[in-house]
């Protein structure tokens, strides 16, 4: 079994149901700062969201 899939079962197990998650106010002042914070340059990532994919050249016949 894939590490992503032991995640995704393990997280399911965690959270289950849930659909709301209770924060103190200082536990939700770090996940608003997280959120607001000024996104960092990944040039590596830029060019590979920006060069054509390999379906990009399939022309159907």
């Not at 032991?6 to 709301?20: C, D, I, K, N, Y």
């Amino acid at each position: 079994m894939s590490w992503p899939t032991q995640l995704l079962e393990r997280a399911a197990e965690v959270f289950g149901g849930r659909r709301g998650f209770a924060l103190g106010a200082e536990r939700w002042k770090a996940v608003v700062s997280v959120l607001d914070a000024s996104v960092c340059d990944m040039p590596h990532m830029r060019k590979l969201l920006n060069e054509p994919g390999i379906f990009s050249v399939y022309e159907p016949t």
